[in-house]
């Protein structure tokens, strides 16, 4: 069993930057991926990005490439995503979520999310 949860979300204007943390409680942090996904107002929820537990792999939306970068810190149990140069399209409802195995990008392959923390980005 694997629980999550999220924080970090919040307003900011456009070009800025915010960093969105996700707490993980696991009987083991081995073998597990951990993603973001984000989902807009009357949008389908879309990948943001996701790290293996040892971060030696990423993956990353096209969207995101550049801005975004998400690690993982083994010691705190933690993933987080840095989000600079944020854009009003940006804003959404962020999810954390884990999954055993390799690093994927469908929402559906994973099994365990977090309840989201809101992100606005105003222009």
């Known amino acids: 069993q694997v629980q999550l949860a999220e924080s970090g979300g919040g307003l900011v204007q456009a070009g800025g930057s915010l960093r969105l943390s996700c707490a993980v409680a696991a009987q083991t942090f081995n073998n597990i991926a951990m993603g973001w996904f984000r989902q807009a107002p009357g949008k389908e929820r879309e990948f943001v990005a996701a790290?293996?537990?040892?971060?030696?792999?990423?993956i990353y939306a096209d969207s995101v490439k550049g801005r975004f970068t998400i690690s993982v810190d083994n010691a705190k149990n933690m993933v987080s995503l840095q989000m600079n140069s944020l854009k009003p399209e940006d804003t959404g409802v962020y999810y954390c979520a884990a999954r055993t195995g390799w690093v994927l990008k469908r929402d559906n392959l994973y099994n365990y999310w977090g309840q989201g923390t809101q992100v606005t980005v105003s222009s």
């Open positions: 790290i293996s537990s040892n971060g030696g792999t990423t």
